[in-house]
């Protein structure tokens, strides 16, 4: 297991940026792990066209995988297209799963967390931060289109 717990990962798990909640958040998604009981919390208002993440904060209580994931997605979100987060959350859980390559651009250093591979019950944990943004972006365009809507 010391693979999975190197000393990049400790320090991202010991360092994330935007920990805490945006107050005036335009989505929130709680995901919670059912394997190990960790959970990542995500909030974040997207951009005026709707395509990039404008700010976003996280909360996570989960293991140092989990922590050093979620790290990565808020260095990287800002400025970050819808698109790019997406590909990192597939990208990253193809990773895990089925022996793909690790996550490019923005969110390369997902490639820290490739040894998690060979530990199936850990994948759910790694994989919170970028499940509930992804969630809180499609909350975020849900409601756009509602507004929208009821605008008429």
């Known amino acids: 297991m010391s693979e999975l717990y190197h000393n990049r990962v400790l320090e991202l798990a010991a360092d994330i940026p935007h920990a805490g909640h945006l107050p005036d958040a ?36 989960a293991c140092a995988l ?18 790019e987060v997406i590909a990192a959350r597939d ?22 967390l490739e040894p998690v591979a060979d530990y199936p019950p850990r994948h759910t944990s790694t994989l919170l931060a970028f499940e509930a943004a992804v969630a809180a972006i499609e909350q975020a365009l849900a409601a756009r289109d509602a507004a929208c809507e009821a605008a008429g």
């Open 26 to 61: 335009e989505a929130s998604v709680l995901k919670v792990s059912r394997v190990c009981g960790s959970t990542v919390q995500v909030d974040l208002t997207l951009d005026e066209a709707g395509t990039h993440i404008a700010a976003i904060a996280v909360d996570p209580k």
């Open 66 to 83: 989990g922590q050093a994931a979620t790290s990565i997605l808020a260095e990287h979100a800002i400025g970050a297209t819808i698109d």
């Open 91 to 112: 990208a990253l859980k193809e990773m895990l799963k089925a022996g793909g390559n690790p996550p490019e651009g923005r969110f390369w250093e997902l490639r820290h």
